[in-house]
């Protein structure tokens, strides 16, 4: 037994994960996979790490000092659960075992519950990045026990991405808490990802710049508060030329976006704890709708606004645009910390929202300085109702609601489709408005369903008899 860590699944997270914990001070990594190949290929590609390698889940047991340690990062679902079948029965009370796949939420909740009972701890953590960032330095999110954290704290401290000195790595909460927050990360990541396009878009149908112009757009606002990896990347992607047609890469991608399905785990997840994340919904949306190609072309025929797009003023509707991104993305990441808040309320974690926006800031896809903003806003009142109304943020968006509003009208004017955009405004008027016509909805619920209304001017519940003489009375029930 010497290795004080090991990494179960040899593809490239699991193999990337192993040499990045291998290449840190103090860590001895034991390492197997299911098929041999992969164990072989890593030790021969990597002799200086100083692998030790098992063949059989037994040998691996054995190579692991005790409190025995392991990190599973195998295909999600099933593949999962054999792994943890597996090592159960040859760990014993104590031992950890941390799954680091992309784990929907309540699975590591049974998970975690179910290995408990055996007395060894499971882990699920939430590791983002991507292949680059599992080698490099990922943002890791654990949830599971406290006894768990005293183990693997200081081991994924040496591994984690590293934002001002701070590792990107921090207790998240209990059991499943570690997978509910990587899959919000994975939410507004769409949602940021989503609102970059649309700013792309009406910047190119706008002004009849080139990508590559745009790309110049990008890499200018990334010096200031819209700073990012998503617009540094944003700019690359548009500046690559085909070297095929010579025409952008852009142009010649095929406009149906992908989607792994943690974007609709986050949107279903919001459904069901009844908080509002309709940027995070809309990116997702947008992307189902770009691909039904068949519905597509069955609508290609119908029409759209007379008169063409364009701006007269390039460099001010460019600027607009900037100050509707920024904004919109405001209310992007007040939704999905909303839905981290509510999670936590429900499910019984204590989550330091501040400390999540700061492992944010390294190693993963929404790496931002922005972040630092929602660490201030969270230091200075921990129980925020909403984040968007921290005056941070408040004031940029008093900054930027007259542009957000223009360039929402020019776009819907111009039949140029900006779901997220639009929706961040309508939610951004909805939380904002000092009366809402939640109260017409209460009184047709009370009229077909007597589902019954409160007052504004007294306690109590109320029920208007309408299909009688339309009086009111004092009800009982809330339905
Ligand atoms: P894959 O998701 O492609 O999984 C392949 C690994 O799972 C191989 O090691 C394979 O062993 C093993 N495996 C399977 Br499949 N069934 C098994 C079983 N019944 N018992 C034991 N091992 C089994 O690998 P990946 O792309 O490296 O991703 C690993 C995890 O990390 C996934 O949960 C993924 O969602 C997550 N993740 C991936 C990324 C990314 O950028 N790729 C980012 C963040 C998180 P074999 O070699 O014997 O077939």
């Given at each position: 037994a010497s290795?004080?860590?090991?990494?179960?699944?040899?593809?490239?997270?699991?193999?990337?994960?192993?040499?990045?914990?291998?290449?840190?001070?103090?860590?001895?990594?034991?390492?197997?996979?299911?098929?041999?190949?992969?164990?072989?290929?890593l030790l021969s590609e990597h002799p200086e790490a100083g692998f030790i390698p098992a063949f059989s889940y037994e040998e691996f047991a054995a190579s692991l000092s005790k409190p025995r340690t392991a990190i599973v990062m195998v295909k999600a679902g099933r593949p999962t659960d054999a792994v943890i079948d597996a090592l159960v029965e040859v760990f014993e009370p104590g031992d950890i075992i941390v799954d680091g796949g992309n784990a929907y939420f309540p699975d590591t909740i049974r998970r975690e519950k179910a290995v408990r009972e055996t007395g060894?701890?499971?882990?699920?953590?939430?590791?983002?990045?991507?292949?680059?960032?599992?080698?490099?330095?990922?943002?890791?999110?654990?949830?599971?026990?406290?006894?768990?954290?005293?183990?693997?704290?200081?081991?994924?401290?040496?591994?984690a991405a590293v934002a001002e000195g701070e590792p990107c790595v921090t207790h998240v909460g209990h059991d499943g808490a570690g997978h509910f927050v990587k899959m919000v990360h994975n939410g507004i990541e769409y949602a940021d990802m989503q609102l970059i396009a649309e700013a792309y878009d009406l910047i190119r149908r706008g002004t009849g710049k080139t990508p590559a112009e745009i790309a110049d757009v990008f890499s200018e606002w990334n010096t200031g508060e819209l700073e990012s990896y998503l617009i540094e990347i944003t700019a690359e992607v548009l500046r690559q030329v085909d070297a095929e047609t010579g025409e952008p890469l852009v142009d010649v991608i095929l406009d149906q976006a992908g989607a792994k399905g943690t974007g609709?785990?986050?949107?279903?997840?919001?459904?069901s704890l009844g908080v509002p994340v309709s940027g995070i919904a809309e990116a997702t949306f947008a992307r189902s709708l770009s691909s039904h190609p068949e519905q597509r072309a069955a609508a290609?025929?119908?029409?759209?606004?007379?008169?063409?797009?364009h701006v007269d003023d390039a460099d001010a509707f460019i600027e607009d645009v900037r100050l509707a991104l920024f904004a919109s993305k405001i209310i992007a990441y007040s939704q999905g910390f909303d839905e981290i808040r509510a999670g936590a309320a429900e499910y019984g974690w204590s989550i330091d929202l501040g400390a999540i926006s700061k492992i944010w800031r390294g190693g993963c896809i929404i790496r931002a300085q922005f972040l630092n903003r929602i660490a201030d806003a969270y230091a200075e009142q921990a129980d925020l109702p909403v984040l968007a109304a921290a005056p941070y943020f408040a004031d940029a968006l008093t900054r930027g609601q007259d542009a957000w509003r223009r360039v929402v009208v020019a776009a819907t004017q111009a039949g140029i489709p900006s779901p997220a955009f639009s929706s961040s405004l309508a939610y951004y008027d909805g939380i904002r408005a000092e009366r809402l016509p939640a109260a017409l909805i209460q009184g047709q619920r009370d009229f077909f369903g007597a589902h019954t209304y409160k007052r504004i001017d007294k306690e109590g519940t109320f029920h208007t008899q309408w299909s009688g003489d339309r009086t009111e009375i004092e009800a009982e029930d809330t339905h």
């Open positions: 290795a004080n860590i090991g990494v179960v699944g040899l593809a490239v997270m699991g193999s990337n994960l192993a040499r990045n914990l291998a290449s840190r001070e103090g860590n001895t990594v034991a390492v197997y996979n299911r098929s041999r190949e992969k164990t072989d290929h060894i701890n499971f882990v699920g953590a939430g590791i983002s990045g991507g292949e680059e960032g599992a080698l490099t330095g990922p943002s890791i999110m654990p949830g599971g026990s406290d006894e768990s954290w005293v183990t693997l704290g200081p081991i994924l401290r040496s591994i609709a785990w986050t949107v279903q997840t919001a459904l290609a025929g119908l029409p759209g606004p007379a008169e063409d797009f």
